[in-house]
């Protein structure tokens, strides 16, 4: 494992499980949800306070990074934490799944991915090597390999295809020098096919890799499908590394990933989400524009501590909602961020108890009649 990076398993109930990270940069109390840093910044919100809502490390997107402002950049101002004033860990994607995201603006071979910039249509290349040096010159605590993430649904030839393409990156990846601390985790796709990500992964934990992650999930399966995998796949990853999921998800989602025994999440829902009026709460969620809050005087949620309940009502964000002010987009993101945190946190206390189902049923079960799925 590299120096300066550690995982330890302190606490199971059935197959969820608690730990903790360590890097050169913090600790990161495991289970744990990363709240999504695109453009080094968590949108509408301090730093502090995304701290405050109980995260202890934020996601980068390396794409985004590479073209704006350009990782020499981060690289002279210190790097990636530094640079958006984030007192603790971070991690950052590799950029593929947002080049794959654009079909039509990219062509991949076995040396990489060139592609269109969604900014100008500037021509540029992402190859494996490169994805290392972006990483490298970002400084995350933890950076993930250039993998291919084929759609969803893609036929089982794609999917193999893309397999095979990933583990030939990956081991071009391995051997990299990366800078002192840095972590590098691998990413086992597979699709819905429990065969094909078995295989992947068996062929992964041959590579010297400091984590594992899912990759090519939430990107169009049906959502049984995805925890069938969680099912299959995830308690066959390497017991003593940090088990990830990448791009997942909602409440539900994270506790049927803990059940099975995933470490880490991300994903772009609570900020997304909130931007959109939406709120997460025990059992659901509810949309503010909607007419039946308009002279709501409770809080998004009673009985929730985060500053939007604290001192917000129902009415009042609605209001904010249908004229558009950007405040109410941080107030739901405080509470969604806060939400996920409470979520993570309570798992964390369930698994220490060994009482990890109670507390999984016990969230998602509604709280009024108001709540909607």
């Not at 990363?34 to 794409?63: C, F, H, W």
């Not at 990074?65 to 990636?80: K, N, S, T, V, Y």
């Not at 500037?122 to 970002?138: F, H």
């Not at 129902?314 to 405040?327: S, T």
Request: charge should be neutral; glycine fraction near 10%; hydrophobic fraction near 40%.
């Amino acid at each position: 494992m590299t120096r300066g990076f550690s995982f330890e398993v302190s606490s199971r109930d059935g197959r969820a499980r608690r730990g903790l990270i360590t890097t050169t940069h913090g600790t990161v109390p495991t289970p744990a949800f990363m709240p999504v840093g695109t453009r080094a910044s968590v949108k509408s919100l301090d730093p502090s306070e995304v701290r405050q809502s109980g995260a202890s490390i934020l996601l980068g997107n390396t794409y985004h990074l590479m073209l704006r402002p350009g990782e020499e950049l981060i690289r002279r101002a210190g790097g990636l934490a530094r640079f958006m004033a984030w007192d603790g860990p971070t991690l950052t994607d590799s950029g593929g799944f947002q080049v794959f995201s654009l079909p039509a603006l990219r062509k991949v071979t076995d040396r990489g991915v060139v592609f269109a910039s969604h900014i100008d249509g500037a021509r540029v290349e992402l190859t494996p090597e490169r994805a290392v040096e972006i990483q490298a010159a970002l400084g995350s605590d933890i950076a993930m390999v250039l993998d291919v993430c084929p759609p969803g649904l893609a036929p089982r030839d794609e999917v193999a295809a893309a397999m095979d393409r990933t583990t030939a990156w990956a081991k071009r990846q391995v051997s990299l020098e990366r800078p002192e601390g840095q972590a590098q985790f691998g990413i086992v796709q597979g699709s819905i096919h429990e065969d094909l990500r078995m295989r992947h992964l068996d062929e992964l934990k041959e590579l010297p890799f400091d984590g594992m992650a899912l990759g090519g999930l939430s990107v169009g399966e049906p959502i049984e499908d995805m925890y069938r995998i969680f099912q299959a796949v995830v308690p066959h990853m390497p017991e003593s590394l940090p088990r990830y999921v990448m791009g997942v998800g909602t409440p539900k989602d994270l506790l049927e990933g803990i059940e099975n025994g995933v470490d880490m999440f991300d994903c772009v829902m609570p900020t997304r989400n909130a931007r959109n009026g939406q709120a997460f709460l025990r059992g659901g969620r509810i949309n503010i524009k909607q007419a039946q809050y308009t002279e709501d005087p409770r809080p998004l949620e009673p009985g929730c501590t985060c500053p939007c309940c604290a001192r917000f009502e129902r009415r009042y964000l609605r209001h904010l909602f249908n004229v558009k002010e950007m405040l109410v987009s941080r107030l739901i993101t405080l509470h969604n961020l806060h939400h996920f945190g409470a979520l993570t946190a309570g798992a964390r206390s369930a698994i220490s108890d060994g009482r990890f189902s109670q507390f999984k049923e016990s969230w998602l079960t509604p709280r009024e009649e108001s709540i909607t799925s």
